[in-house]
């Protein structure tokens, strides 16, 4: 219990230190800060077609999120999570417009099934390097997110494009609405039950133990036997599946097309998204919809207000560095002990 509340407590205060200073560089640049966050709970809030794109918007960013959760809880770190995403898109975006006799929501379970399956190919690759060869994951993971990008650029200028646009053309099969009033598709539902699945796998199945295990102490871990090569391995697996069924749901969801800039920027947003959800499946869930509460509002923020949508990227920036730098100082041994004390019940004295 009290490890939760401290976990709980990190992300929120980082979260209001960040609209406090936020709140000061409006006022330092002649805003008004009520006026400005108003005007941006209200672009997110205030009909039922902003609450449906602040949504959309939370849901590749939850896939990304989940992601690196996973990979982190077995100690690697999975920074292709971008590259994972877009190859996701790409394979989806090939069958689905070249598969002929197949159609309706047999297409889309192929299609996503084996934009999960491309993902995750991807993902063993730094994985596959890190085992045997000692490569660091981090850089194998950052360069294959070019090779992705360059990958999807060569096929929506080339033998995927679609007239003289550079695109492709539009997927067939789109994911079905859930309300007629707004575009939330049935990627969210999608999001939420493969975060519960998550979510129980690792904290109640005994290979999810054995894997956060690993992710604390790897030395320790195969004294007592574990297969740690195996679970690293396993865990850029699953966590590129993730980010590859991710990019496919925005494929048939959102986008419904390839195109330039599509995917960019998730993958770095959803290692940040953990890192502040303090790599909890569901934690990561709520800060990928603060992050989309505020891609939404910004527009509506800056028209009513007429300040700059570059605030909403330095209160998001500020979140990123007070949450990294609150679980650090959480950590230090003094801290940890005071919380102890702090939380700790009072003995009674005998009479």
């Known amino acids: 219990m009290k490890n939760m509340l401290i976990k709980i407590f990190v992300p929120v205060i980082s979260v209001l230190c960040s609209f406090i200073i ?3 560089l409006i006022t330092i640049i002649g805003g008004n800060p009520m006026e400005a966050y108003t005007y941006l709970f209200k672009g997110a809030f205030c009909t039922p077609a902003n609450i449906g794109e602040t949504v959309i918007k939370a849901v590749p960013l939850i896939f990304t999120g989940l992601a690196a959760t996973f990979a982190y809880k077995c100690g690697v770190f999975n920074l292709g999570g971008e590259g994972q995403f877009v190859m996701g898109a790409v394979v989806s975006i090939w069958i689905s417009t070249t598969l002929k006799g197949i159609t309706g929501i047999p297409l889309i379970i192929i299609s996503l099934t084996l934009g999960t399956i491309a993902g995750g190919i991807w993902g063993a690759i730094p994985g596959i390097l890190k085992i045997t060869r000692g490569l660091n994951e981090i850089i194998v993971s950052i360069m294959l997110n070019y090779v992705a990008i360059l990958f999807m650029g060569y096929l929506y200028t080339g033998p995927l494009r679609e007239g003289n646009v550079p695109q492709t053309a539009s997927v067939p099969v789109k994911l079905g609405r859930i309300f007629s009033q707004s575009r939330v598709h049935y990627g969210i539902v999608i999001a939420l039950i493969l975060t519960l699945i998550i979510y129980y796998f690792l904290f109640y199945t005994s290979k999810g133990f054995k894997l956060r295990a690993v992710g604390l102490n790897q030395i320790a871990s195969q004294f007592n036997g574990l297969p740690v090569k195996k679970f690293m391995l396993f865990s850029f697996i699953i966590s590129g599946a993730i980010a590859g069924l991710g990019g496919s749901v925005e494929l048939h969801g959102t986008q419904f097309r390839l195109m330039s800039g599509f995917g960019q920027g998730y993958g770095f947003d959803g290692v940040a998204i953990a890192l502040i959800g303090q790599l909890n499946p569901i934690g990561t ?3 990928a919809y603060l992050f989309a509460i505020l891609r939404t509002g910004a527009t509506t923020m800056q028209v009513g207000s ?22 650090a100082f959480i950590n230090l041994p003094k801290i940890r002990q005071f919380f102890s004390n702090v939380f700790s019940k009072p003995r009674k004295e005998p009479l």
């Open 22 to 24: 936020g709140a000061i």
């Open 285 to 287: 869930v709520l800060v």
């Open 306 to 327: 007429g300040m700059p949508t570059s605030v909403i990227d330095i209160i998001q920036a500020l979140v990123i560095v007070f949450a990294v730098a609150g679980s």
